[in-house]
């Protein structure tokens, strides 16, 4: 059959090439993907969902029995969210912002919903906004009754440290493996996260520099991109 097809496609004018799976350090959830490899169940968290494009490709890529959690609080953007994975039973969507401490907070409304951050209270912010709940990721790992987390990405405009933060629970006790954050390698930081910042909150937890993936450059230097720490222990050797 194999033979047949390729002598088809060359009568058309095609050739036939096995798809080879991306090159280690070239894509974050390929790599995740080699990371994870024969856990049957893993739990995968997307927080700063916005209108779901991640959770849907971990979706696709961690059918059930995985389990996937989005948050997102923007209220119109969430409701965006929910209805893009609605058909899909294991991902699971929270209206909710994660950060360092439980209560109300106020989410700032940016030129678009990719750039919606929580205020700071210390600097108020212009423009509009809406209140939001916030929970830590600790309070939420509880209530759903989530004992690991073998996934957290956030991208969260600069609130990416504290999600983090209110985690340390489940950091402590080894009960999270792989961390996916926006960060900004300039310094001080812009809207993004320090790389330093949760470089240095998460190597003291035993994890390691994974990989530094859709790096964005501007006038010749590198303003930020997606870094993927892993649990160092978890790291299978070559």
């Known amino acids: 059959m ?14 036939i090439h096995r798809r080879r799976p991306p090159a280690p350090g070239t894509d974050w959830l390929a790599d995740l993907q080699r990371f ?14 916005n209108r779901g494009d991640v959770s849907v490709r971990l979706a696709q890529s961690f059918p059930a029995p995985a389990r996937i959690f989005a ?18 039973p294991h991902v699971h969507v ?3 912002a994660l950060g360092r401490e439980a209560g109300p907070a106020t989410l700032q409304h940016g030129p ?14 212009t423009g509009s906004s ?21 996934f957290i990405k956030t991208d969260t405009e600069g609130h990416d440290l504290a999600v983090l933060q209110g985690g340390t629970g489940l950091f402590q006790r080894g009960a999270i493996d792989a961390v996916l ?47 993927l720490f892993v649990r160092e222990s978890d790291v299978k050797p070559a």
Do not use: Q
Request: negative net charge; aromatic residues 8%.
């Open 2 to 15: 194999k033979i047949l097809l390729k002598r088809t496609a060359a009568l058309l004018g095609y050739e």
């Open 36 to 49: 994870l490899h024969g856990r049957t169940a893993p739990v995968l968290c997307d927080v700063g969902a």
């Open 71 to 88: 948050f997102e609080p923007a209220r119109e953007t969430f409701s965006a969210l929910a209805a893009r994975v609605a058909g899909d």
């Open 94 to 96: 929270e209206a909710i």
């Open 112 to 125: 678009n919903s990719e750039t919606n951050r929580v205020a700071d209270p210390s600097a108020p912010g």
């Open 130 to 150: 809406e209140p939001i709940a916030m929970d830590t990721l600790d309070g939420v790992a509880g209530r759903l009754g989530l004992a690991r987390i073998d």
């Open 181 to 227: 954050s926006e960060v900004t390698f300039e310094s001080p930081a812009d809207w993004h996260s320090s790389f330093e910042a949760i470089r240095d909150f998460l190597i003291p937890l035993g994890f390691c520099l994974h990989g530094i993936y859709e790096p964005v450059n501007w006038e010749l230097r590198l303003k930020y991109a997606n870094v």
